[in-house]
């Protein structure tokens, strides 16, 4: 296994895909092929009971998580992926995938759904993001290193809305082409609807994966509250949540 280092190299995006090291699964191959050309950090975190000590539960358990964790970083190593690792024994698993996500720098965290065998199909749900640019400068370093194909979305209540929609889009279109993105594989999208959530994961259902923005500074805010957090409980498909630092 990789040793844990959170500071990262020089340029590229960096996704942090948890796994429940108690409950390892092998890593679908379409997931693997996505987001190899990106740097990854693989977190294996342990539930451990709270009537448990964690330093008792990963003596007894340690080498059966890290076995678990080692076979998830092969199937990026033997992609030639950047990839390192990390195990943590945790009363806390959104607690823990939030810290390992500040340690580590990472720009987008994994929430896992149902994989389809090839993900090309994008959708970009946005709205005024105040981290917009980090969200096309992942989407940039994806489009740059595989074959997918991304529909940028918004939802408006109004034709005010819908104008200013329609902008948003065109204006991420267009800094997305500024960065070498052949136009072609960029779509935008424009709904109207009275409530944001119900749309995206009723679009959600054309596309493979969902590319979204944090919109609380923790994982356990971001599921509780708002539309992201009500999108990413509602879909099936796998989500990359885009960190707001």
Known sequence: MAD???????????VLIPINAAEPEDLPVALVGTLAPLRIVVLGYYPV?????????RSN????ATTAIEDAVSQFADRGAEVESVVVFTHDKDETVDHIAAEYDVDAVLTPGDYAEELTRVLVPMRGDENLDRIISFIIDLMRQSDVTVT???????????????????????????NGVDP????????????????IV????????????????SLRERILGRTTGRVIGKVDQPVLAVRDI
């Open 4 to 14: 844990g280092d959170p500071n990262k190299g020089d340029g590229g995006s960096t």
């Open 152 to 178: 940028l979305y918004n939802v408006a209540e109004s034709d005010e809305e819908a104008s200013r929609g329609e902008l948003l889009l065109r204006g991420a279109r267009d800094q997305l082409a500024e």
């Open 49 to 57: 009971p709270s009537q448990a000590a964690p330093e008792q539960v």
């Open 184 to 199: 072609d594989r960029v779509e935008w999208q424009v709904d109207r609807g009275d409530s944001p959530a119900d749309a």
């Open 202 to 217: 009723a679009t959600a259902q054309e596309h493979d994966v969902l590319i979204v923005g944090e919109s609380q500074p």
């Open 61 to 64: 358990r340690g080498d059966e």
